[in-house]
């Protein structure tokens, strides 16, 4: 395991200790898996009217995250305290839109487009397939059902990931094309996730989440997220500079 991962494991623990901070964390993991991913499959579906096996897969990835979204809610739930409401600058799926020029809720003109809106849900999914392992290790001891849960959400997000890869190559107008866009889209996501997570530290301490530890330990967590904050270390995934390993179907 990444040090970083490590460090992100610890502070987890820490926060999911709490009510408060499970429910937040529950909540926001919710609304990351149907709200602006939403958008994206929206526009994928009105391309797709054309091409059946398309639209199917595009429909059973968007009921997926659908159920996703409802399970973790009902965990949230399970915690006993109202839906947290998610601030909008800790928007993981929105800061990666911003930084990537506006991509969602886009019409998606051709079939390069389908393949930038694959690569941007390849993206997410590499982050989820790497982030929800930890998030399931977060939760043993302290909560079986929502290990549960991510365990049998973990198992759809690798079958996501297999859609996606099939799915960017087979639009790829090239297979150049397909991996300078896959790598950078992987470059502004591993930028955009760190400094989430380096806001997701400040807001989880600043709310109090952390207060049943030491005031020691919270200073120390304090000097690690300001240590993020001015060093700003960018979190690519495993999956950064995986070359293409089959050919490209061009589809042009
Ligand atoms: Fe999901
Ligand atoms: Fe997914």
Known sequence: MRIADKLTLLFMKRMLAGPRGRSH?????????????GAVFAALLERAKEDEALHKLVARHAADEERHAELLGARALATGLPRAQVPEHLKLLRRLDEALGGFFGQPLRSNEDVMKAYLLLQVIEERAVTQFPLFKEAFVGLDDETVKVFAEIEVDEERHLKYCQAVAKR????EEVHEKTLQHFREVEAKVF????VRNMSYALEQGFLDEAPALVRFGWRLIQLYAAVVKPARPTPYMGVPVQRPILATA
């Open 25 to 37: 964390f529950l909540s926001q993991v919710a609304d990351a898996e149907n709200n602006d991913e």
């Open 171 to 174: 639009y790829a107008p090239s």
């Open 194 to 197: 760190a400094e989430n997570s």
